[in-house]
C-alpha cells in the first residue's frame, strides 16, 4: 500500500518570486485587522468587562424588545441585550448587585430566570458567568502582558538561537498573525465573544506558529552552512520546499482535529476552536511566504556562515589528522 503524500517530494514551488505580492497581502490584511479593531471593536465577553452574563436560548427567534421590557420592569439595572451565535440565542448583561455577597448575586440571577422563564416557559438557560470589576482589569492586563511578552520572548529566541534577522522576521509573521486573530473576532464580534479562551487561544497559535517557523529557519541555516554557492533566493526556495511536506501534513492534521471540535465542541468552545483554526491557517501562511522571504529584505549575511563552515572544516580537519597520527593499541 502506497503511503499518501499530499506534497510530491520533489515539489520546486518559487516562494520568493511572489514575496512582494504576499507582503503587500500581509501589509493589508495587518491594517484591515487594525481598523476592523478600532471601527467595531471586540465583543469583550464578561471576563474583561464584568458584570452578570446571562445566556438565554428560546425556541423560536429571540424577542429581543420583549426581553428588554422585561427586564426594565424587573429593576435589576441597565441590561444590554445581543444576539449571539444564531437568532434564537441571546446574551443578557446586568451590572452586578451592589453588595458583594455571593447571595445578592444568585438572588439577582434566581430573579430574572424565573421571570423570564414564567413568560417564556421553554426558554432555557445555558450559562451564567459573574465577574466583579477589579477582577476583569486585571485579567484584561495580564492577558495583554502574556501575548506581548510571548511574542517579544520568541523574537529574542530567534535572534540568540540563529541571527537577528532571523528574530526580526519572526516577530513580524507572528505579529501579523496575532492580528489577524484579533481582526478576525472584530469582524464577527456579533457571534463570538473574545474572553479569556481567546486569550488562551492566541498564546496556543503563537506556540504553533513559531514551532513551525523553526524548522523552517533551522533547515535555512543548515543548507547556508551546505550550499555555500548558492543565491540566497534559491535556497530559501530550496529550504521551504524541502518542509513543505511537513508543514501541510501537520497543519491539515491539526485543522481535521480543529473541525471536529468545532461541530461536536458544543458552544463553550467554538471561538477557541475558531481562533485555532485561522491562526493555523495564518500561521502556515505567514511561515512560508513571510518570515523565510523577509530574510532577504532583511539583508541576511551569508558571509557569517561561511566563516563559521570555514570554523566547523579546521575542527574537522584537525580531529581527521589527530587520528591518523594518534598511536594504535
Known amino acids: 500500500m502506497r503511503l499518501l503524500k499530499i506534497v ?47 445566556e438565554a436560548k428560546f425556541d423560536h427567534q429571540a424577542p429581543l424588545d420583549a426581553v428588554r421590557g ?42 430574572v430566570e ?48 540563529f541571527e537577528w534577522q532571523f528574530g526580526v522576521a519572526t516577530f513580524v509573521s507572528i505579529l501579523h498573525d496575532v492580528l489577524m486573530t484579533f481582526g478576525f473576532f472584530a469582524l464577527f464580534r456579533n457571534y463570538l465573544e473574545f474572553d479569556l479562551n481567546i486569550v488562551a487561544a492566541v498564546l496556543t497559535i503563537i506556540g504553533y506558529s513559531i514551532n513551525d517557523k523553526i524548522v523552517i529557519d533551522d533547515r535555512i541555516r543548515e543548507n547556508l552552512r551546505k550550499y555555500r554557492q548558492m543565491p540566497i533566493g534559491e535556497l530559501i526556495d530550496l529550504s521551504v520546499n524541502e518542509t513543505l511536506p511537513r508543514t501541510v501534513m501537520t497543519s491539515l492534521t491539526i485543522i481535521l482535529a480543529l473541525a471536529s471540535l468545532l461541530i461536536f465542541g458544543g458552544h463553550v468552545l467554538r471561538g477557541f476552536t475558531a481562533a485555532m483554526i485561522l491562526g493555523v491557517i495564518v500561521g502556515t501562511y505567514s511561515s512560508i511566504y513571510v518570515s523565510s522571504s523577509l530574510l532577504i529584505t532583511l539583508g541576511i549575511d551569508k558571509s557569517r556562515f561561511k566563516q563559521m563552515n570555514q570554523a566547523v572544516d579546521k575542527k574537522k580537519a584537525a580531529r581527521e589528522r589527530a587520528e591518523r597520527i594518534a598511536p594504535r593499541p
Open 70 to 111: 422585561k427586564l426594565d420592569s424587573l429593576d435589576v439595572g441597565e441590561a444590554q441585550l445581543q444576539q449571539f451565535g444564531d437568532a434564537q440565542t441571546v446574551s443578557i448583561r446586568l451590572p452586578l448587585p451592589r453588595s458583594t455577597d455571593e447571595g445578592a448575586t444568585n438572588a439577582l440571577v434566581n430573579k
Open 8 to 54: 510530491p517530494d520533489n515539489t520546486n514551488i518559487g516562494f520568493v518570486a511572489l514575496r512582494r505580492w504576499a507582503f503587500g497581502l500581509t501589509l493589508f490584511l495587518s491594517i484591515g485587522a487594525i481598523v476592523l479593531v478600532g471601527v467595531r471593536g471586540l465583543n469583550f465577553g464578561v471576563d474583561f468587562v464584568g458584570g452578570l452574563m446571562i
Open 114 to 161: 424565573g421571570a423570564l422563564k414564567a413568560q417564556y416557559p421553554s426558554v432555557v438557560f445555558n450559562q451564567v458567568q459573574a465577574v466583579g470589576g477589579k477582577v476583569s482589569n486585571e485579567l484584561i492586563r495580564n492577558g495583554a502582558i502574556a501575548v506581548f511578552l510571548a511574542i517579544f520572548g520568541i523574537a529574542l529566541f530567534g535572534i540568540f538561537r
